[in-house]
């Protein structure tokens, strides 16, 4: 029996001395993968007197998340580990008579049920990263089109281009609002069928687009056929049940409308879509304005 709590004694030792090894590690390799970042971009921008707007400071910010929140999900699965540890290193310096049988098989299922779930979690974690850390990039990519964009029409296919990336839109569309004739005009489409023609008009009375531009706000509908905004006998069936229709302003008016359908996988548009695109169309407002204003003046100037 003593011979028996010996070797018990000297394999609960082992546990312990390679425990606190694996903590030291963890710790050390913590410290390296999170501070060495923060060292690296240091050094960077102070050698190249690099200066972040604020699109870049927020991706790097993001990404330093992303980073923290893995080591984050690593500690708690080792943490998980020890405690496995720690529970073998008992039973080690225990007489056999003394175990519960099957207690050990029961913590170590619920040890790795705990560890499935922090997987998944890290999972959830780094996909909704990797999403913001897409719409910022993308983001940027629009703020510098609309740096040096010099026609609203382009500008507006760039805005569609970029929308329909962040919102995972198979199908969408711009429409220049015309008030005085009351009609839209296509000036940029992606996957509508090749009848809808640049250029081509849409009395505003008769589209469900007329909402917005009535109420200068965006409709969001998750399913056409039960909204009741738009609801009415005889409505036409559209191949997409969820759609989001965006106003672009400029000079507090309604310039333009964005039309978003057929979302991938068949998902619908909701709140978070809306957010993205409203900024987004935000971003380049003031370029729109801009736009604008030098149409306004060269159209003065050839009239004189």
Not at 214 to 238: A, C, M, Q, S
Request: hydrophobic content about 50%; overall charge negative.
């Amino acid at each position: 029996m003593r011979q028996g709590n010996a070797g018990a004694t000297v394999k609960s030792g082992v546990f312990d001395s390679r425990s606190r090894g694996l903590q030291v590690n963890l710790i050390i390799v913590e410290a390296l993968v999170f501070v060495l970042p923060f060292l690296v971009f240091a050094y960077l921008f102070i050698k190249n007197q690099v200066v972040l707007d604020r699109v870049q400071m927020l991706i790097v910010a993001l990404i330093l998340m992303l980073i923290l929140a893995g080591l984050i999900m690593l500690r708690q699965i080792f943490d998980r580990f020890f405690v496995l540890a720690s529970s073998i290193k008992k039973t080690l310096g225990q007489e056999p008579d003394g175990v519960a049988p099957g207690a050990n098989a029961d913590e170590l299922h619920e040890i790795t049920a705990a560890f499935e779930s922090l997987v998944h979690r890290f999972e959830a974690t780094t996909t909704d990263l990797e999403k913001r850390v897409f719409e910022l990039l993308v983001v940027k990519e629009l703020i510098e089109a609309a740096a040096t964009a010099k026609d609203i029409d382009a500008l507006l296919d760039v805005l569609l281009q970029k929308v329909m990336a962040v919102t995972r839109s198979q199908t969408g569309s711009v429409f220049m609002v015309d008030s005085k004739s009351e009609v839209f005009r296509l000036i940029a489409s992606r996957g509508l069928a090749t009848e809808w023609q640049q250029n081509v008009c849409l009395d505003i009375k008769d589209s469900i687009s007329r909402l917005v531009v009535e109420y200068r706000r965006p409709l969001l509908v998750e399913n056409i056929e039960t909204d009741i905004r738009i609801g009415r006998p005889g409505n036409p069936k559209y191949g997409s049940p969820s759609f989001l229709v965006m106003p672009v302003f400029a000079k507090e008016n309604v310039i333009a409308v964005v039309n978003l359908s057929q979302k991938d996988k068949g998902e619908i548009f909701d709140a978070d879509d809306q957010q993205m695109a409203s900024l987004m169309i935000g971003e380049i407002a003031f370029a729109l304005e801009n736009i604008t204003l030098h149409s306004e003046i060269g159209a003065y100037i050839d009239s004189l």
